[in-house]
């Protein structure tokens, strides 16, 4: 099977060298080319453009950060949509606003498939895929997504892949303050953290975010994983998501201000466990 895969970030990348691994042809572009050389290394043809990528293709990946670099790379001048065949499928693995993903889905075949798992789960292969889409079309490319992922699941049709991206961003988001705000009491009342690690990290509050994330918190120090800023414009979407459904988000709204203000201080491109900067301060 032909893959064109779009976008080489901190996720992209190692999710097309899986491909590869897996025995897939793959076909890469990205708006830095340079950045196209490392898998090209490995085996993969460099595309030239979007469309170039597209050409040929039976499944197209893309993974941009946000809702109009989708759409540019989807339907801009030298975009999939100019190249693609009837019967490929495109599978979008960025996070975007819902309701955009079904307005692309009426113009082309798509699959909204966004992940979980930060960039250790795209070089490990075991990301979390949240699917939204056509039945058919998701079981074509479901052996794709098993390359990238262990756990695929589809939650329903166009968008309901996004949406619930949505639902883990806003949970992420919760438990990322509150492990940043636990850190922050225990190193304030004196406590030996490596013996608080070890005793609540068998508990109740076991997490991802404690397991992996609780020791850059007590550091100082955010090596990338998932940036700031991403998960900034994640929680926008999920925002505006919840007005449109009428629902309150306060966790939410206020961890996504506490980014908001760390990117305005230079520190968007860090990993997300920063925010526990805000309180550091």
Sequence with gaps: MR??????????????????????????????????EPLADAGASRAASPADAASGAEVVVTIVSDTPDVEAVLFGDGGVAEAISDDAVVVDMSTISPDATRSFAERIRLVDAPVSGGSEGAEQGTLTIMVGGDADDVGRVRPVLEAMGSKITHVGPSGAGQAAKAVN?????????????????????????????????????????????????????????????????????????????????????????????????????????????????
Excluded: C
Aim: glycine share 12%; net charge neutral; hydrophobic share 50%.
């Design 169 to 281: 961003q806003v949970i992420i988001a919760g438990v990322f303050q509150a492990v940043a705000e636990g850190m922050a009491l225990g190193m304030a009342s004196g406590l030996d953290m490596d013996k608080v690690l070890e005793a609540i990290g068998a508990g109740a509050a076991r997490s991802w975010v404690l397991e992996n994330r609780a020791r850059n918190m007590l550091e100082n120090r955010y090596p990338l994983g998932f940036r700031v800023s991403l998960h900034h414009k994640d929680l926008r979407i999920a925002l505006e998501a919840a007005r449109r459904a009428g629902v309150e988000l306060p966790v939410t709204a206020m961890v996504a201000k506490v980014e908001q203000g760390l990117v305005a201080d230079g520190f968007g491109d860090e990993d997300m466990s920063a925010i526990a900067r805000a309180l550091r301060r």
């Design 3 to 36: 893959i064109g895969f779009i976008g080489l970030g901190t996720m992209g990348a190692p999710m097309a060298r899986n491909l590869l691994e897996a025995g897939f042809e793959v076909g890469v572009h990205n708006r830095t080319r340079a950045k196209e």
